[in-house]
């Protein structure tokens, strides 16, 4: 019905940058919004950031100033680059759409998660 594909995970230094994307695409009436959630070893899922169809944007404290969440609406991508990315950051990270497809009401929609790891 719709499928989110994500990509940009790796392995990187402390400090250095990454750019998450994710695609989502299939049967969709319209996106009400779009977001980045991620879950470390032993702890629960935390939201991460969040962008609305409208564009308003929210980030977890820890993340502010760090990492910015923009789209490309015509594609239905959205993306998240992180800078100064720190070990505490290492995480898979998944995308989730909230989005309203033809044949259905609104609903919640995954990815499978990308691994982000901070580390020297």
């Known amino acids: 019905q719709v499928q989110l594909v994500e990509s940009g995970g790796g392995l990187v230094q402390p400090g250095g940058s990454l750019r998450l994307s994710c695609a989502a695409s299939?049967?969709?009436?319209?996106?009400?919004?779009m977001g980045w959630y991620r879950q470390a070893p032993g702890k629960e899922r935390e939201l991460v950031a969040r962008i609305t169809s409208g564009g308003s944007t929210n980030y977890i404290d820890s993340v502010k100033g760090r990492f910015t969440i923009f789209r490309a609406d015509a594609l239905n991508t959205v993306y998240l680059q992180m800078i100064s990315l720190k070990p505490e950051d290492t995480a898979v990270y998944y995308c989730?759409?909230?989005?309203?497809?033809?044949?259905?009401?609104?609903?919640?929609?995954w990815g499978q998660g990308t691994q982000v790891t901070v580390s020297a």
């Open positions: 989730k759409t909230t989005c309203r497809p033809y044949s259905t009401g609104i609903r919640d929609f």
């Open positions: 299939g049967s969709i009436s319209s996106i009400v919004s």
